[in-house]
């Protein structure tokens, strides 16, 4: 087994020498992805799919290198680093070039393998993606999460749809059929739908699997015809459903040792035309069981308990299986190589063989029929007597027939169904032809054909041979190339693209196939066409024309008649094998007949093809009618055909038959093919060097003829730009000269307009003259009204201040008299206020003094009373202290003393200063000032006696001595002050009352 470490490089082969998958279990190749840092690892590949042709996959691992596999041209190249792990992968797109990878970050992108560019960028998955599926035409994908599946569309990489659905239900996966417009959606509660893509309609729903074999459904697989659905999980037991019918019809036990299936795939196979019949189940000890579902037999297997697989994907066209292995790996695995074991031939069946009764055994009168595993009777004789082949016992027990084919059918036993049915089954042709031709399936000389590339004859094919399928156009190109390698006459071969497209057609998904069927048909049914190489084959012609004659003299006369020659009635239907002349089931009904019988059946099939059209043929006169019957589709039975060729193999004479010329079957040799040099060596080497000249002549011609034409391109450029120059200049004299014209008439325009504009200047001036006078006339006028306005507002101004001094004169007499009864009324006032301040100062005063004298009375007798009771109780204790009390009664005296003084002197100057200020104001002030003064007089006088009552210490009697004496002091200059101080104010108010204008001002 090869190993291929992928490293750090970014592109390399694949494999360095040619793999043997048949000798190591099919696997190609092991490819392993290892770092070469300072702790070396191995990168795990986690997800890998595969393009539409299936010869190239992609691989992505958890570090994010993806990389592009061709398998068929054995390279490797890295074209994405994401960063990330993929979680999921697509590359069967619209363009093939581009391919969907899902990420970590629950993101798709789409990139380019060819530019390692990024090409989208789509987002909307909140949860990681596991599942991408591609529609049929890649235009549309869906996506899937646990929660979520999304349709996209990928010509603009916008979402079309979104499938939300309940937390508690989720989504198993969702996936369109194959080849269809259907979506079938699965859940994790068994509920399947199937979805109409465009309107997203329910066309229906599978029921619910019975009780008895219920299994939680975790992995899905469908049939490439869209018909048949396969569902597995934690169970050995696979649900095979029916989706046409909608109905559970299979299920399929697995082995014991298999307990939960961990991935289903159906194997694909060219000849079962969609319906796939073997089944790849991965479970979980890693080992990929192949079963039939129909006849439920284990097939092979791939992975085993050591290596086991974690997941797989098969190729489209059954090709390949890619598979990730547990340790992280990545094996290619031969499907040729694994099912070689399962169609390999059976052995050699034992055959019984009856004698006639009472005749001995001869090859002449034995009569008998074969059958497997039974004794039969022999037969009765009838008109027609069936020769059979005599079988020969060795002595080791083996036996040979030679009408035994490889793949265990009897070519004796196809050919009586075919003759019973006209036709092989359509299931079963392409197996039966394989088997037919012996096909050895030289893939490794394949390879090294196809190898070669593209022959360079054939470089240009779609010029000569314009076909809408590009595709078909390249497998056509590679098959034609493949025979041109394989031998050099095919190179140069003008019908040879004719004779190969309807089998390039039938097998275009198989080019192994193909390859081999064109060349076996070109070893025996094309023998001798190349003797006359590059004229057509006279003689293959001359045979049918010598049985045309023998059969239908009449038509071949007709066609001598004419001028048509077997080149025009028979060589048509040679080189395009009957594609032109016949639907695709007549051909494949025709060919069933010819690679069932001798080679020379094909000519035979021209003969009869012209005698079963001779009464529209007989009708034709033209060569242009000729040319257009053996060219085109005509109203004939295929079926009558081919008995009239039957009829022709046996009634033609042996000396004008082509079994006479032609050889038997020869099938193509197994490992390399055959070499092909039945043409005149000598005109193909000729012609090749002639053709190789004329290439090279053609070529310098080509290099000349592109040199010339540079040449005149570049003059034709350069005249193209000496006219453009010329035509520029043109156009520039033109526009000059029609400027010029312009400015001659906008001068003229000009010049009128100056005149008109003096003309308008000068009565402008007139009216501007006009209006100054007027102006100034209106403003004369203006100024004399305001003149006259002026004086008449001073006459009027004049009157006014004459009104208002007269009003003003008598409002001043009015308010003088006002004045004159308002001072009365105050000197009225003032007076009765005066007498009422007063006696009431003079009460004031009267009662403080009689309140003073009743409390000097009063402490005179309580200090006379505290003397006596003191000089009583304490004349003797008291003598040595009395010197100490009168000394501190005298200071305390001079200090009662001392205040006294301070009080008495600050009341006289507040009085004063309040006398003083009434006898200045008396009419400003208010009764509130007057009230004021009597307070603070108040005030001062109490805080005087409560001073006199605070000194408590103070002999008692000393005090009232004191104030008495101080009060009898200060009352008469009081008095007295109080006196000058009326009579004052009543001089001035005398005074005032006289002199009312003082008053007023």
């Not at 975790?218 to 696979?238: E, M, P, Y």
């Not at 009565?763 to 004369?780: C, G, N, P, S, V």
């Not at 507002?793 to 008598?810: F, G, N």
């Amino acid at each position: 087994m090869q190993s291929t470490d992928l490293g750090n490089k970014e592109s390399g082969r694949i494999w360095h020498r040619k793999p043997s998958p048949a000798t190591r279990n099919g696997i190609i190749v092991n490819i392993i992805h290892s770092t070469s840092d300072y702790h070396p690892k191995v990168l795990r590949f986690l997800n890998v799919a595969f393009d539409g042709s299936g010869d190239c996959l992609i691989a992505g691992d958890h570090q994010g290198n993806i990389y592009v596999f061709d398998l068929h041209g054995n390279r490797f190249n890295l074209v994405q680093r994401t960063a990330q792990a993929c979680t999921a992968l697509a590359f069967n797109l619209h363009r093939k070039s581009e391919f969907l990878v899902a990420l970590a970050d629950y993101s798709i992108k789409c990139f380019d393998t060819v530019t390692k560019e990024l090409v989208s960028w789509m987002r909307g998955h909140e949860s990681s993606v596991f599942s991408i599926s591609v529609h049929a035409s890649g235009r549309y994908a869906i996506t899937t999460s646990s929660d979520t599946a999304q349709l996209w569309d990928l010509d603009t990489f916008q979402r079309k749809r979104k499938l939300n659905i309940r937390q508690s239900v989720g989504i198993q996966k969702v996936f369109f059929l194959p080849l269809s417009n259907t979506i079938l959606s699965c859940f994790k509660d068994n509920s399947i739908f199937a979805w109409e893509c465009d309107t997203l309609f329910c066309k229906y729903q599978l029921p619910a699997p019975p009780e008895s074999s219920s299994i939680l459904y975790k992995v899905f697989a469908v049939t490439r015809d869209g018909r048949t659905l396969a569902a597995g999980g934690k169970s050995n037991h696979l649900h095979v459903w029916c989706l046409e019918a909608t109905q559970l019809f299979r299920i399929i036990q697995m082995p014991t040792k298999v307990r939960a299936i961990r991935h289903l795939e159906f194997l694909p196979d060219s000849f079962d035309a969609g319906s796939n019949q073997v089944l790849g189940v991965l479970s979980q000890d890693g080992i990929m069981r192949f079963v039939n579902i129909q006849t439920c037999k284990l097939l092979f297997e791939i992975g085993s308990l050591d290596e086991g697989i974690s997941s797989s994907v098969i190729s489209p066209h059954g090709r390949y299986i890619a598979s990730i292995m547990e340790n992280g790996s990545l094996n290619i695995y031969s499907v040729q190589a694994l099912t070689h074991e399962v169609n390999k031939p059976p052995p050699p069946l034992v055959k019984v063989i009856e004698d006639l009764p009472e005749k001995k055994l001869s090859s002449s009168n034995l009569k008998m029929k074969i059958t497997s595993g039974r004794v039969q009777q022999p037969a009765k004789s009838k008109e027609v007597k069936i020769q059979s082949t005599i079988l020969e016992r060795d002595l080791t027990g083996n036996f040979e027939n030679k009408e035994n084919l490889s793949d265990g059918l009897n070519k004796k036993r196809l050919q009586i169904l075919l003759k019973g049915y006209g036709e092989y089954p359509t299931k079963y042709r392409m197996f039966i032809w394989r088997s037919l031709l012996q096909l050895p399936e030289n893939h490794t000389a394949f390879s090294s054909i196809i190898d070669k590339g593209t022959h360079v004859a054939f470089l240009n094919l779609q010029k000569k041979y314009p076909i809408k399928s590009r595709k078909l156009l390249r497998v056509l190109q590679r098959t034609l190339s493949a025979l041109a390698h394989w031998s050099a006459i095919f190179s140069d071969t003008p019908y040879l693209p004719l004779l190969a497209f309807p089998f390039v057609k039938l097998f275009q998904n198989n080019q192994l196939i193909c390859f081999e069927v064109v060349a076996t048909l070109i070893i025996n049914w094309c023998q001798y066409w190349f003797e006359y190489f590059p004229n057509p084959p006279i003689n293959i012609l001359s045979m049918i024309e010598n049985v045309l004659a023998f059969h239908d003299k009449e038509l071949l006369q007709h066609f001598i008649d004419h001028d048509v020659t077997s080149q025009l009635y028979a060589w048509p239907l040679l080189e395009t094998v009957f594609s032109e002349v016949l639907t695709r089931e007549e051909w494949l009904r025709l060919f069933d007949n010819i690679f069932t019988n001798h080679p020379a059946f094909l000519l035979m099939t021209v003969v009869a093809y012209n005698v079963c059209s001779r009464a529209p043929l007989l009708h034709c006169i033209l060569k242009d009618d000729f040319e257009y019957f053996f060219h085109h589709r005509n109203n004939l039975d295929i079926n009558v055909v081919i008995r009239e060729v039957y009829h022709l193999m046996e009634t033609t004479p042996a000396n004008i038959h082509p079994e006479s010329e032609l050889e038997v079957f020869v099938a193509l040799t197994k490992g390399q093919y055959p070499v092909f040099n039945q043409y005149p060596k000598f005109i193909v080497d000729y012609q090749t060097q002639e053709r190789e000249r004329i290439r090279n002549d053609e070529l310098d011609y080509l290099r000349e003829r592109q040199t010339i034409e540079d040449m005149q391109a570049e003059v034709n450029q350069q005249r193209v730009k000496d006219e453009a120059w010329y035509q520029k200049q043109e156009l520039l004299r033109k526009a000059e000269e029609t400027r010029r014209e312009m400015l001659l008439q906008e001068e003229e325009k000009m010049a009128e307009q100056r005149q008109r504009l003096a003309a308008v200047k000068r009565e402008l001036k007139i009216k501007e003259m006009q209006l100054q006078d007027a102006a100034r006339r209106r403003f004369l006028k203006l100024h004399q009204d305001q003149r006259e306005m002026e004086l008449q507002r001073l006459d009027d101004e004049i009157e006014r201040k004459v009104q208002m001094k007269d009003r003003e004169i008598a409002s001043t007499t009015k308010d003088l008299e006002m004045r004159h009864l308002e001072l009365d009324l105050q000197k009225r006032l003032y007076e009765k206020n005066l007498t009422k301040n007063q006696d009431t100062i003079a009460k004031e005063i009267q009662e403080d003094a009689d309140a003073y004298r009743r409390k000097v009375d009063l402490e005179d007798h309580i200090f006379h009373k505290l003397i006596e009771t003191g000089q009583t109780q304490s004349r003797k204790t008291q003598k040595w202290k009395e010197a100490e009390e009168k000394e501190s009664h005298l200071r305390s005296e001079k200090k009662a003393a001392a205040l006294s003084d301070a009080s008495r002197k600050w009341f006289l100057k507040k009085g004063m200063c309040a006398a003083l200020e009434y006898a200045e104001n008396p009419f400003i002030q208010t009764e509130g000032h007057r009230l004021q003064s009597e307070q603070q007089v108040t005030s001062h006088c109490l805080p005087r006696t409560s001073q006199i009552k605070d000194i408590s210490e103070m002999d008692s009697a000393q005090i009232s001595l004191n104030r008495k004496t101080e009060w009898d002091s200060m009352e008469p200059n009081l008095i007295q002050k109080v006196r000058n101080l009326r009579q004052r104010l009543t001089a001035q108010a005398r005074n005032q009352c006289q002199n009312p204008r003082l008053l007023a001002a």
